[in-house]
């Protein structure tokens, strides 16, 4: 027994100094063997330390560099005598925003929150024609009706290879150039068309009336709670839902009520002209209407491509089920096919969504006075540049922020739940 221990003793000395003497009799640089322990490895070698390094070396030098370009820009400002600060908000814009209430009195800041409201205006409205519009392309693209598809075809084709800017100013352009002026235009059907602008009926809320904007939204609230119980009672008995005609009920019924118990002072508003001057109803201008066109043809364009290929994306199988238990073609489409072809599509029509709100600025080139072309006329009155970019910058990456944290919401929501 004692033989063999002082054999193992000298066999693990022997292994220990080969370790530290490497197989040829060399060193093994940053390589300690000790007794029964893991072979460890120099700092200068280790992949931890390595990716540490260059990350903390990245954001020394990312960090740097601002500090390099910021003391560079208040540098050239100091010299050139122009203000650091954001007091230039609270002066007198001196210039109106056509469009709105805004006076050449109130305030530059005033001003910017003006040109982001109508941003937001293009934007909203732009999103929801957009998507509804790409849908029925992307849908009549695949339609088994030659004209029909063909159609469609040569609308995305058309549309998304033209440049946007160059689309908004051809829509400009028919608008000056092909409706009437004001003084040849008449009121038709409520609607009044010319190139001042289009008016179209209107609803008019006087003082008094948000009790019964509220009853409205809880009436879209309690429409909600119908339509998820009706779900719910689906998936228990099997019974038809029809939830969607039951949310239409119960927010008419709500409306209804409403409007006899608190009777609101909202009255519709026709335009009529008189002269030169149009009063009553809802103005949609020049600026606003084709830059709003544009952003609507150009990214319906590519929502239709979208949904295209997330319908061709659906496993056949779903549609030969459908076909099994006997549904019309429509009702395929409706209750099958564009449920999961949506699923599919929710984060490329996402993008498109971002695009079509950056795009907003390409305004300036009609004069809509959206947030970067106020933020120009700021600057052209001689308030200064580089705070009055900055704030179109962070203005426009709120909006982007936002779509972007709606959009992960609504793709998570529809994303299905697996085992």
């Not at 925003?97 to 805004?102: A, E």
């Not at 998304?160 to 038709?188: C, E, G, K, M």
Request: net charge positive; proline share 5%; charged share 15%.
């Amino acid at each position: 027994m004692d033989s063999e221990h002082v054999s193992l003793g000298v066999g693990s000395e022997v292994v220990a100094r080969r370790g530290r003497a490497g197989p040829s009799g060399g060193d093994m640089a940053g390589v300690d063997l000790s007794d029964g322990a893991a072979p460890r490895v120099a700092v200068w070698r280790n992949v931890r330390v390595l990716r540490a390094a260059l990350q903390t070396g990245f954001v020394a030098g990312v960090v740097a560099l601002g500090f390099w370009l910021a003391g560079n820009l208040t540098s050239n400002l100091d010299r050139l005598g122009i203000r650091r600060d954001f007091d230039f908000l609270q002066q007198p814009a001196g210039f109106r925003i056509l469009g709105s209430d805004f006076e050449a009195s109130g305030t530059i800041r005033e001003a910017l929150l003006v040109g982001l409201a109508n941003s937001i205006r293009v934007a909203v409205v732009g999103m929801i024609l957009a998507l509804v519009l790409g849908i029925v392309v992307g849908v009549a693209r695949l339609s088994q009706n030659w004209l029909v598809a063909r159609v469609a075809s040569g609308f995305v084709e058309l549309l998304r290879n033209v440049p946007p800017l160059v689309l908004v100013i051809v829509f400009y352009q028919i608008t000056l150039d092909v409706l009437p002026r004001i003084q040849d235009a008449s009121v038709q059907s409520g609607f009044l068309l010319s190139n001042r602008g289009v008016w179209i009926p209107w609803l008019t809320f006087g003082e008094g009336s948000a009790p019964y904007v509220a009853t409205l939204g809880l009436g879209v609230g309690l429409a909600v709670l119908v339509a998820r119980l009706r779900r719910a009672a689906f998936e228990r008995t099997g019974r038809p839902a029809r939830a969607g005609l039951a949310a239409t009920a119960t927010l008419a019924v709500v409306a209804v009520v409403g409007w006899v118990v608190l009777a609101p002072p909202i009255e519709p508003s026709v335009p009529v002209l008189e002269g030169r001057l149009v009063e009553g109803g809802a103005s949609l201008y020049p600026e606003y209407l084709s830059l709003l066109l544009a952003m609507v043809l150009y990214t319906a364009s590519f929502i239709a491509e979208i949904v295209r290929g997330s319908i061709q994306a659906v496993p056949k199988g779903q549609t030969e089920a459908a076909d099994a238990l006997g549904l019309t073609p429509g009702q395929r489409l409706r209750r099958v096919t564009l449920p999961q072809a949506l699923r599919i599509a929710a984060p490329a029509t996402g993008n498109e969504f971002l695009n079509l709100t950056k795009n907003v600025s390409l305004g300036v080139a009609v004069g809509y006075a959206e947030l970067l072309r106020v933020a120009q006329t700021a600057t052209g009155n001689g308030q200064p540049a580089p705070q009055s970019l900055s704030i179109v910058l962070i203005g426009y990456l709120t909006l982007s922020i936002i779509i972007s944290l709606v959009v992960n919401l609504a793709n998570r929501r529809l994303q299905l739940v697996e085992r």
